[in-house]
Nanobody
Framework: QVQLVESGGGLVQAGGSLRLSCAASRSVFSINGMGWYRRAPGKQRELVAT???????KYADSVKGRFTISRDNVKKTVYLQMDSLKLEDTAVYYC???????????????WGQGTQVTVSS
């Protein structure tokens, strides 16, 4: 199994920017789709953005035009650049990836530990 290590969360003023990173801790045969989710207090987990192995991206309507997802396949890392942050962006953010281990033809799922993003006025 792979471990995803997140970094970059913290406290930021409204209108500011933050960049989250999520890196796989071990080598795998391939990393397929990657994405970011978030869970705000009292709400269900929400899909924020996804990126395919080919680089196609999708975003939740609430973050379109403000957030950018990207990936580095050599470093096995996915990023989430968050600009023009709003108070309602406050949540715990989780990265997720689908991967295939060496010597396997099956796809598995991995989650990061979560990182807190707090936006203040």
């Amino acid at each position: 199994q792979v471990q995803l290590v997140e970094s970059g969360g913290g406290l930021v003023q409204a209108g500011g920017s933050l960049r989250l990173s999520c890196a796989a801790s071990r080598s795998v045969f391939s990393i397929n789709g990657m994405g970011w989710y978030r869970r705000a207090p009292g709400k269900q987990r929400e899909l924020v953005a996804t990126i395919t192995s080919g680089g196609s991206t999708k975003y939740a309507d609430s973050v379109k035009g403000r957030f950018t997802i990207s990936r580095d396949n050599v470093k096995k890392t996915v990023y989430l650049q968050m600009d023009s942050l709003k108070l309602e962006d406050t949540a715990v953010y989780y990265c997720n990836t689908k991967f295939t281990p060496w010597g396997s033809t099956s796809e598995y799922d991995a989650w990061g530990q979560g990182t807190q993003v707090t936006v203040s006025s």
